[in-house]
């Protein structure tokens, strides 16, 4: 238990559908963090939050659309996705306010596109 | 940021020290080396990490070489539960010290 919750662990979605996943820490932290991990593929870093402002999109494609509501809270919006973006996808969490900072995972959200 | 090199897989024996290297030739005065380990299906977690000195924690040490080219993280008693894949990166420190750069990082693989 890391103090990073993801809901929902499992999502199995059409490409017309429209879903959302959500992040919730509980370490006080201020900055957020989703990962993509696709099979037999490294990490990849999708979107950076630091004190609810996005600093950091990796090129990502439209069809994700992020939302920082307050520091705790984090939202990755899906719609018209491919099957391709079939992937294990990770939020994290760190303080925020220093340089080098270590990172908390939550568990993931493994999507299916069908 | 710096790239680093780690074998893709590694075997240990249950109860022995787990020794993986990570080459990072091109690393710079500011970025920290940090170890995390990603068990099947989970999210990745933090080991240990350091700048210049050795490290040890509950869970592992830390070596890093002198010219800071090259690190060893060591699990000193390898249990089954230890299986994962271990990355090795190179964080920089300041304003772009929040970016995480994984590779492939070694799978290691504990056998009783």
């Known amino acids: 238990?890391?103090?990073?919750?993801?809901?929902?662990?499992?999502?199995?979605?059409?490409?017309t559908n429209k879903k959302s996943l959500k992040c919730e820490q509980h370490l006080g932290h201020?900055?957020?963090?989703w990962y993509k991990q696709s099979a037999k593929k490294p990490l990849?870093?999708?979107?950076?939050?630091?004190?609810?402002?996005q600093t950091e999109n990796n090129s990502v494609p439209s069809r994700f659309s992020p939302e920082c509501p307050n520091s705790s809270h984090l939202f990755l919006h899906l719609h018209t996705l491919q099957p391709e973006d079939s992937a294990l996808y990770l939020c994290a969490s760190s303080q925020g306010d220093r340089g080098h900072e270590t990172q908390y995972f939550g568990p993931g959200t493994r999507l299916l596109v069908l | 940021d710096a790239k680093t090199t780690q074998p893709p897989s590694m075997d240990c024996a249950e109860g022995r020290a787990?020794?993986?290297?990570?080459?990072?030739?091109?690393?710079?005065?500011?970025?920290?080396?940090y170890w995390y380990r990603q068990i099947h299906s989970q999210g990745p977690q933090y080991i240990i990490h350091g700048l210049k000195n050795n490290e040890t924690n509950e869970m592992a040490s830390l070596i890093i070489t002198e010219d800071r080219k090259s690190s060893t993280l060591i699990l000193?008693?390898?249990?089954?539960?230890?299986?994962?894949?271990?990355?090795?990166?190179?964080?920089?420190?300041?304003n772009a010290g929040n970016m995480l750069t994984f590779g492939g990082g070694t799978r290691l693989m504990v056998k009783p």
């Open chain 2, 76 to 94: 000193p008693h390898a249990t089954l539960r230890d299986t994962a894949v271990y990355y090795c990166i190179a964080q920089p420190g300041g």
């Open chain 1, 44 to 53: 990849e870093l999708m979107f950076v939050y630091n004190f609810k402002e």
């Open chain 2, 18 to 33: 787990a020794n993986l290297p990570c080459n990072h030739s091109t690393i710079s005065g500011n970025e920290y080396v």
């Open chain 1, 1 to 15: 238990e890391t103090g990073v919750t993801q809901t929902p662990r499992h999502l199995v979605m059409g490409m």
């Open chain 1, 30 to 33: 201020n900055a957020m963090y």
